[in-house]
């Protein structure tokens, strides 16, 4: 842009000191020479790239990198990682290696955060490429493994992991060229052309490297053949094998390719490309002392550059006709070219809109640049603000945690103390029973009847062994329930012989294997039945046990025909009578703590009759079919 400008202010002054001027641009024409002949050794593709650059690349370039600074604005993070990879591989083409390797960059951290693992791979890819360019080896092989890493197809991943190693490598190109061979089966086994061609490439470089030549132009004329159906990919290839030529000073075969090249160029109609050529053309001429066919390139190249616009490119072939006069030593003809550029200056200057958006594109690289800064302070606050939610989070969830398992302790310390007191209760039966028991035998054996009281203590030590065994349940099956109480109803039936009989009815529908009822609840009842009940009845008396199915229960009825409730409390004894309350007193207890325990609704009735004598007690369990915890 300093060179424009200052050809630029030649020309408004032109007509009051043309002669000095002239001069001037010479001594810049100089020093810009001077700068292509240190650069030569490159092979000419930073010039060559840069004089691309000037047409329809930055052009693009500019437009894109607006559309990205407005996707950055809106936050369209997706459209953002496609733009920023589109102008990393357009500056890689064009030798800006360092802008590339920031875009590409900046998408691979998107394309990572929205774990998009086909784009990651790619984009590390490109960028461990970028990174190879720049002699980033230790990086480039890191980011060669992460493509690798991430790649989804295994083909394409062994060619990163081979790129990592090969890297590494970058000294030894013998072990480079082994790996790049390695890398070519792969590509060439799953047909991967585009890799091929850059295959081919990398194996003509690393020759290079290695002072071989020939290996280096076989290796892009493998690449030339592959890429036959790229007709821009078949320019550059015929660049850097001609330019292999030239520095092998294998003249002719330079111009051969050249000229292909050229024609490549012409058949796309890329007038940058076809520019570039013909004044690498004319170059090669120049180095035959064909002077008159590389002015002639020349002068065509620069008629193409000003028809078409392209300032850069004029300036290029100014400078380099200016060259070819100042070898033959015609000064005037060298004067008269570049008096023609600063008259041809102001209409190419309008004419060339890569100028204009050369700077457009500056510009907004300048605001993408502030507004990725701004992105990233904002991720950072961001992060410090998630951090900090983080942790309030992870302090509510720990407090929560410990007021749970506060909460469970002391729910588990009260379901114990209610097992434990539930347990206590049902033990206080046993003693009860024992001890009446023990009265029978001893009145057995007070009576002489040792038959009976042999009978009695057999029976007896039986329903004890069951007793004790279901002492420590809560529940047991119906049918173990049933058969604890027909052999209670046995054993006290053997004592009061003369006193009652029983009968037990079950209803068939109910599956007493599988019907689960709380322990030792019917058979305080039985007892008060027989022992207050059917003892005092002068004639013989009955009791009826049935179990019935009702709606969600198993309902239960002990009905005897005996004294009463009314009339057994007036001849108990007052001892009799605190006795009988704490025995109904326990079994409501047990009751209400499995109901909490287990959330189970079981209740009792005890209802004396009206038209008959005897008492009626009403058992409601709730129905389970299956053994509680």
């Known amino acids: 842009m300093v060179f ?30 001077f700068s292509q002949e240190k650069d030569s050794t490159t092979y000419g593709k930073k010039q060559n790239n840069v004089m691309r650059s000037s047409g329809r690349v930055i052009n693009t370039n500019a437009r894109k990198a607006e559309q990205l600074r407005q996707s950055l604005s809106e936050n369209d993070l997706t459209t953002a990682a496609t733009l920023y990879e589109e102008l990393a591989e357009s500056l890689a083409e064009q030798g800006e290696y360092g802008k590339a390797e ?36 230790a990086e480039a092989a890191d980011k060669y493994r992460m493509a690798g890493e991430t790649e989804t197809k295994p083909a394409v991943s062994r060619l990163n992991f081979t790129d990592a190693k090969r890297v590494r490598h970058y000294d030894n190109p013998e072990t480079q060229l082994d790996m790049i061979d390695s890398n070519l089966e792969i590509a060439e086994d799953e047909e991967i052309l585009e890799e091929q061609v850059n295959l081919y490439r990398q194996r003509a470089e690393t020759s290079l490297r290695a002072d071989d030549t020939t290996g280096a132009i076989q290796s892009y004329s493998q690449a030339i053949k592959i890429a036959g159906s790229s007709p821009r990919e078949m320019v550059k290839l015929k660049t850097e094998a001609a330019r292999v030529y030239e520095s092998d000073n294998r003249i002719d075969e330079a111009i051969a390719l050249t000229t292909a090249a050229l024609d490549e160029a012409t058949a796309i109609d890329d007038t940058d ?17 064909e002077d008159t066919q590389a002015i002639t390139l020349l002068e065509k190249a620069y008629q193409t550059a000003v028809t078409h616009g392209k300032t850069t490119a004029a300036r290029e072939v100014v400078m380099a006709l200016g060259k070819v006069y100042q070898e033959q030593g015609s000064t005037q003809q060298s004067l008269a070219a570049y008096h023609r550029f600063l008259d041809d200056l102001d209409r190419l200057i309008r004419a060339d809109s890569s100028l204009f958006d050369a700077r457009a594109f500056a510009t907004t690289e300048e605001r993408i640049a502030r507004l990725e800064s701004e992105r990233q302070l904002k991720d950072q606050l961001l992060l410090k603000t998630n951090r900090l939610n983080y942790v309030l989070f992870g302090s509510v969830i720990l407090m929560l945690v410990l007021l749970g398992w506060i909460v469970k302790s002391f729910y588990d310390i009260k379901l114990k103390n209610k ?48 007793t004790m065994e279901m002492s420590s349940k809560d529940f047991i099956t119906l049918a173990e329930e049933l058969e604890l109480l027909e052999k209670y109803l046995n054993l006290e039936h053997l004592r009061f012989l003369d006193t009652f009989d029983y009968t037990v009815e079950v209803d068939p529908t109910i599956d ?3 019907t689960w009822v709380p322990n030792m609840l019917i058979q305080p009842h039985v007892e008060n039945a027989i022992w207050h009940g059917l003892r005092y009845k002068e004639e013989k008396g009955l009791l009826k046990l049935s179990v019935a199915n009702a709606p969600g229960y198993i309902k239960v009825i002990i009905d005897d025909n005996g004294i009463g409730t009314t009339q057994s409390r007036a001849l108990k004894t007052h001892n009799q009578k605190l006795h009988d309350s704490r025995g109904l007193k326990n079994v409501r207890e047990r009751i209400r703590l499995l109901n909490k325990l287990y959330r189970q609704d079981h209740s009792f009735r005890i209802v004396e009759k009206e038209q008959e004598s005897g008492t009626r007690v009403t058992i409601y369990f709730s129905k389970q079919l299956k053994k509680q915890p």
Do not use: D
């Open 4 to 33: 424009i400008w200052l050809f630029y202010t030649v020309y408004l002054n032109y007509r009051m000191q043309r002669v000095y001027y002239i001069v001037f641009t010479l001594l810049l024409c100089h020093c810009f020479s």
């Open 102 to 137: 920031n875009y590409f960059n900046s998408a691979l951290k998107i394309y990572t955060r929205q774990k998009n693992s086909v784009k990651t791979a790619s984009v590390a890819r490109s960028l461990a490429q970028v990174l190879e360019q720049q002699e980033k080896y």
């Open 273 to 289: 490309e076809i520019i570039a050529q013909t004044q690498h053309l004319a170059g090669l001429y120049q180095r035959k002392k």
């Open 419 to 466: 097992k434990i007191a539930l347990q206590s209760l049902r033990r206080e039966m046993n003693p009860h029973f024992i001890f009446n028991s023990l009265n029978s035998i001893n009145q057995f054996i007070a009576e002489n009847n040792e038959r009976e009281a042999n009978t009695y203590l057999t029976s007896y030590s039986r329903l004890m062994r069951s």
């Open 512 to 514: 007493t294997e599988h």
